[in-house]
């Protein structure tokens, strides 16, 4: 490590190695600090990638469950969690060593397994886990990309929660899945968590304590998912939890309903935590000390990423402006345009365009503005929706439910938001937001034809019922 660098990125998840990378390609001298050593951050250690992985596993089993449907006759087999683990660790340890050749073969930039924290606006203090040395860096320029964490609860007996860290950690994760769990957290992770180990024999409840699951959601589409969920899962809502006791058996958790106070009691092997994620500005960080403007809801930045200090930047979930790892990587990408062309740089991060994914069975997407949203803004929208059964595609894969619906700016005719469930419905946010970042029409769609028989038909046919 040398004591000076153009730029030092804290952080080397979706947020941060984007930007290193193209930076040190044009001959910058970077340096890039991160606990885990490699790229990817919480998304590769314990995030995106393990609980997807987790769950493609689950949906295999699942139609594997149903084969009879396919005119299939399966074997008896077992979903044995030691062995998912496994094909998760593999898939995990996969990308990490693709990601270290990455690393191994981008010129000029430095990789530092340790810690990164400010002593001013222009000087860290870094400490590298391998060579255990401690360094102060000079940097002409400073990305802060250091993600979030899952926001800690406060109720008694809460320390005996499990969280994602358990589940999908690399080469860490339990090696035993309980029989009956508790997932506290109607947001995306707990629905998807609490639809995946279900799918394996889990048996699931979910306790969210506002009204509805999945709140950011359209109402209808939210309306949908639990629907489904509760089908085979014990959904619950507008309930707090106020204590968690160990038992022999298990655990005994105790809240109360917020409408009229009743008192609630549940039983079970576990009890998962998902209530939310919070900026990583841990105090050791010293943001105070470089002059760092930020609140609880995460470093301010505009829409080049810059923060209150000209030469410091910062993007992905630390920004608090979109917590999931594709808006990471365009923050990121967004910042190293702004650190390259300085005035020059044109694009702007808008949180509205990013897809929203919900990896739970059925599936669901989100992009650009509800109705509701709409209409907080003083925006009037015509809503169009089409079903999802009729297209082949559901046919075909034996899932008849869910929706597609466009909401177009009523005066403009532009589609500002689209949003879906049903079968591979997450897919179709790709489409959704090609149409929500150029800003085109339910026209503009009419006059595109998607392969048939694939879930994109049921987009071009809504747009020309329109
Ligand atoms: C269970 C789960 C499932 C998810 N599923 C999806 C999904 O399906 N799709 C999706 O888009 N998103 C998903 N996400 C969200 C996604 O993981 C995050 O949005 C993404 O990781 C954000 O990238 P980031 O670079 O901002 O932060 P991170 O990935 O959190 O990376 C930050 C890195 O900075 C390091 N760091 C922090 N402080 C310091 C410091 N002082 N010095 C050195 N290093 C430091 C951390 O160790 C970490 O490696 C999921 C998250 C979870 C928890």
Redesign the pocket.
């Known amino acids: 490590m040398h004591d000076r660098y153009d730029l030092v990125v ?8 984007p930007a290193a990378l193209r930076i040190a390609r044009t001959g910058q001298s970077v340096l890039m ?4 050593g490699n790229l ?13 992985a987790v769950r493609h596993a689950t949906q295999i089993w699942r139609e594997l469950n149903r084969a009879a449907i396919f005119g299939l006759q399966a074997e008896p087999l077992a979903a044995r969690w030691d062995q998912i683990r496994g094909y998760k660790d593999g898939v995990q340890s996969r990308r990490y060593a693709q990601h270290m050749e990455e690393i191994q073969s981008t010129e000029h930039l430095t990789m530092v397994r ?4 400010f002593l001013d606006a222009n000087r860290l203090v ?2 590298d886990w391998d060579r255990s040395e401690t360094v102060t860096v000079k940097a002409k320029t400073i990305l802060i ?6 926001i800690p609860l406060t109720f008694e007996g809460a320390e005996h929660t499990w ?2 860290h358990d ?2 950690q690399w080469q860490t994760s339990q090696t035993v899945l309980p029989k009956e769990l508790i997932v506290l957290g109607g947001g ?2 707990g629905v ?2 609490a639809s995946m180990l279900w799918d394996i024999g889990v048996r699931v409840t979910v306790i969210e304590m506002e009204s509805t699951i999945l709140g950011h959601m359209d109402p209808d589409l939210r309306a949908a998912v639990s629907d489904h969920l509760r089908q085979r899962i014990h959904l619950v809502t507008g309930v707090k939890i106020e204590k968690l006791e160990v038992k022999d058996q298990g655990v005994l958790l105790t809240g109360h309903r917020l409408d009229d106070g009743h008192a609630l009691v549940w039983t079970a092997d576990q009890v998962l935590a ?1 209530v939310g ?1 919070g900026p ?1 500005i ?1 105090e ?2 010293g943001l105070d000390a470089a002059g760092v403007a930020y609140n609880a809801r995460g470093i301010g930045v505009d829409g080049q990423m810059h923060t209150s200090v000209p030469h410091i930047y910062a ?5 608090g402006l ?8 365009r ?2 990408e967004i910042a190293a345009d702004a650190i390259l062309l300085g005035d020059d740089a044109k694009e702007a991060f808008h949180p509205e365009e990013m ?1 929203t ?1 919900v ?1 739970s069975r059925p599936e669901a997407f989100s992009v650009g503005l509800t109705r509701d949203q709409a209409s907080e803004r003083g925006i009037q929208v015509h809503e169009y929706v089409r079903e999802m059964g009729g297209e082949a595609w559901a046919q075909i894969a034996e899932e008849l439910d869910g929706f597609v619906k466009l909401v177009v700016h009523r005066q403009t005719g532009v589609i500002l938001g689209m949003h879906g469930v049903g079968v591979d419905a997450a897919q179709l946010s790709n489409v959704a937001h090609m149409m929500v970042r150029l800003g085109l029409k339910p026209a503009d769609l009419a006059h595109m034809t998607f392969a048939h028989p694939t879930q994109f038909e049921v987009l071009d046919r809504l747009a020309r019922s329109v």
């Open positions: 804290i952080g080397a998840g979706g947020g941060g190695y600090v991160d606990e885990k990817g951050g919480n998304c590769l250690y314990e995030g995106c990638v393990p609980s997807k340790g810690r990164a924290r870094v400490e990309a250091t993600g979030s964490q899952a969280d994602h589940l999908f995306y992770i998807e968590v998902a994620r990583a841990a050791d960080l993007a992905g979930d630390v920004t979109s917590m999931l790892f594709h808006a990471a990587v923050m990121s897809a994914t990896f």
